[in-house]
Structure formats: C-alpha cells, structure tokens
C-alpha cells in the first residue's frame, strides 16, 4: 500500500493545477482504462500481481466441476465511476456479492440448503505495479496536451 500511498500523493500536486473539467476527463481516462485491464486480468484468470487464481475444486470423479472457466462473463460487469476527484473500478449488484466473496475469500452457503464452503481468496480487483506505471504514463500524457 505504500506505492498507492506515493501515487495518491503524487496525483493531488499534479491535480490541483487543474480545472474540475480537465480533472474528469483524466478521471474519465483513468477509470476506464482500468476497467478495461481488469478486465483482460479476469478473463485471462490472474489476479493484480500476475499469479493465476487458485482452480476450482474437482468432484468426486477427478474432474472440474465445470468446463467453463470462473469469472467468464463477471468482468464485462465492471463499473467505473468518476467525478473530478476521484475514480472507481468494481462491481454492483449481484456480481458485487460473488466478486466479494472471492476477493475477501470468505465461507458462504452457495445455496439455502447447501453446506457453508470456504472459498480461496481470488483477488479480483487491485492494482498492480504495471497499473500503477500505466496510470503514471496516461495522467503524464494528459498533462502535456492540456
């Protein structure tokens, strides 16, 4: 957290030369480009640093319980929000309740009458230090065409 921490310190000198306009533009820019990499992240089944997401359980037989792989279609529900201080990448709704049960990796019931099941921590959304580099980069360009 300290890089965030150097980063976020980094952005307030740079931002307060900017108007409330310019700032949600970059805001704007921002949010988006990280939806997108997170997206690409999840479908590509690695979390923030790189690892890949710890695979499902198999069943009885040996095999995985499904063919498909896990967050299939849960990145194309990430949300950004964004003002002129601040943007956020993550998730709403239902896909906010299973998103975070893998992020914090917690025990559920899947189902009413099924068993509570512990499941492994699978980081979703964060940064990583080539975000942190990205952002760095775009908000750089930003401030030389304005």
């Known amino acids: 957290m300290n890089s965030f921490a150097a980063l976020d310190r980094w952005f307030d000198q740079f931002l307060q030369h900017l108007e409330p306009s310019q700032r949600r533009e970059l805001m704007r820019r921002l949010g988006q480009g990280l939806r997108i990499r997170s ?11 790189g690892n890949r997401f710890t695979p499902r359980k198999r069943d009885q037989i040996g095999s995985i319980k499904r063919k ?66 990205w952002i760095t980069k775009t908000t750089k360009d930003f401030l030389k065409y304005k």
């Open 39 to 49: 997206k690409d992240r999840i479908s590509q089944q690695r979390d923030p640093n």
């Open 68 to 133: 498909d792989a896990m967050f299939k279609k849960i990145g194309q529900q990430l949300k950004i929000e964004y003002s002129a201080d601040k943007a956020s990448v993550g998730f709403g709704g239902r896909s906010a309740q299973i998103a975070k049960v893998h992020q914090e990796g917690k025990t559920i019931r899947p189902s009413q009458n099924a068993k509570p099941t512990k499941y492994p921590i699978r980081e979703l959304v964060g940064f990583s230090q080539d975000d942190e580099k």
